[in-house]
């Protein structure tokens, strides 16, 4: 990109301008694990705090982040659902207790794929709170289980304990957990017996008559127990036991008026409405049905017959319709770009993120005095630079058309010596790498 070196002299010692190009390469989609080294380098980078627990991290700028020296960055990677996998493995054995416990936890709460090898590091750890996090890692090797149960730390060994583990257990090994002096070993062990001494499972009519509200609401919405007795629960004082009952598949729809039940803006979807949802007559039955429960529980499944969204998105309920755009991948386009600009929660700009969402013929909307709409007006994949151009200075959405790669490269140029478009200037992937690099190498100088 010609020019640039016009631009940095225009820009002259201008630290707003540098702080803005910072903070604009860091929010870059596009950016290089080259440029991101470098932003990691900055003590104090003039970007938002969680930049990277937010941006799309490849393999390369994964590395990176890892690789800094600073331990915030890598706490903030460990946050990261995009950073890869692999790119992370070097923090099981980073310097910081602090991160090594950071990355454990993200192996069990985000169910990330756990690489070969990181078990057995992790479960060596130095901190027993590190051990004990691995001890719910998914599908953990039995050498490493074994030696988790027989750890020097009680929680540790009572966090490994299960009772699939304790029936795999060797008998000495058994023998040596029940002598255990520890409260917590114990406690965890008197649960696993209990579990196998259990007697038979409550009957239907004990489930329907328990005191446990949520036994109850389990029971009336269960297909084993006979209809006649989970009718009984009709006049239940609990609200979920009710609306459980309400949303039996064995209803009729009679039956299901006379249920005095509540129903929350997005309800529990039953069972029976995942796996009738994939056939189509059971599908158009269920968005026949009177009872908006069903409709909504319907609505978030990932895939419905065309018809059937088609009948959806026209529903009476706007929970309806705004729980298929929410979930359903089907949701049509018409609806999506209605409720993105008309919805006043706080999600609603999320439905621009909606695989139907940007199609031909948005462009329409650059003159619309709604700026959502105008800002939708971006997303028609067939328009050319002279929409970004066009909204380039529009007080409310010109952030996001300088942001736009279609920009012609001479504005975008231009536009980051500007105050009020640096950012976003510098925030476009279509800039190329060398500037980025020219970028920083200006701001480090101020």
Same mark, same amino acid.
């Given at each position: ?19 803005? $190009? ?28 969680? $930049? =990277?627990? $937010? ?177 009984? #629960? ?28 509540? #129903? ?7 069972? $029976? ?62 609806? #999506? ?69 279609? =920009? ?39």
């Amino acid at each position: 990109m010609s020019g640039v070196d016009e631009v940095l002299e225009r820009a002259g010692a201008d630290e707003v301008l540098a702080r803005e $190009w910072l903070r604009g390469l860091a929010c870059n989609p596009a950016l290089p694990g080259a440029v991101l080294r470098r932003l990691l380098e900055f003590e104090e980078l003039p970007a938002h705090p969680l $930049w =990277l627990t $937010w941006r799309e991290l490849d393999a390369e700028a994964t590395a990176a982040a890892v690789s800094s020296p600073r331990m915030r960055y890598r706490l903030d990677v460990v946050q990261n659902p995009t950073a890869d996998a692999d790119a992370l493995v070097p923090l099981a054995h980073d310097v910081e207790p602090r991160v090594r416990f950071a990355y454990a936890a993200l192996l069990t709460d985000f169910g990330r794929r756990v690489p070969a090898g990181v078990p057995e590091v992790l479960a060596r750890d130095a901190h027993p709170g590190v051990r004990r996090l691995v001890t719910g890692c998914p599908e953990l090797p039995p050498a490493v289980q074994r030696r988790l149960v027989e750890d020097e730390h009680p929680g540790v060994r009572a966090g490994m304990l299960s009772p699939e583990l304790w029936e795999r257990l060797a008998a000495p090994v058994r023998e040596r957990l029940l002598d255990d002096p520890s409260p917590q070993v114990a406690g965890r062990i008197a649960e696993l017996l209990r579990v196998e001494e259990e007697p038979e499972a409550l009957t239907a009519r004990a489930r329907v008559a328990h005191t446990d509200p949520y036994v109850r609401r389990d029971a009336a919405g269960d297909p084993q127990v006979p209809l006649a007795l989970a009718l009984g #629960l009709a006049d239940d004082p609990e609200e979920e036991v009710r609306l459980a009952l309400s949303m039996r598949e064995d209803l009729t729809e009679a039956q299901r008026a006379a249920v005095p039940y509540t #129903l929350p803006d997005v309800p529990r979807a039953p069972h $029976w409405i995942r796996e009738r949802a994939r056939e189509p007559e059971a599908a158009r039955r269920i968005a026949a049905s009177a009872h908006a429960g069903l409709r909504r529980a319907l609505a978030m499944q990932p895939h419905l017959p065309e018809d059937v969204v088609a009948r959806l998105a026209a529903d009476e309920d706007p929970w309806v319709r705004r729980i298929l755009c929410d979930h359903c991948q089907d949701a049509p386009h018409e609806l #999506l770009v209605e409720l993105y600009a008309t919805a006043q929660d706080r999600n609603w700009s999320a439905l621009r993120r909606h695989r139907n969402f940007a199609r031909p013929g948005l462009a329409r909307f650059a003159d619309h005095p709604d700026p959502r709409l105008r800002h939708a007006a971006l997303d028609d994949p067939e328009a050319g630079p002279e929409l970004p151009l066009k909204l380039a200075d529009d007080p409310e959405v010109g952030v996001w058309a300088v942001r736009d790669p279609r =920009l012609p490269a001479g504005e975008l140029l231009r536009r980051l010596a500007l105050p009020g478009s640096a950012f976003a200037a510098a925030a476009n992937p279509a800039l190329p790498p060398a500037v980025m690099h020219r970028l920083v190498d200006a701001a480090q100088d101020r």
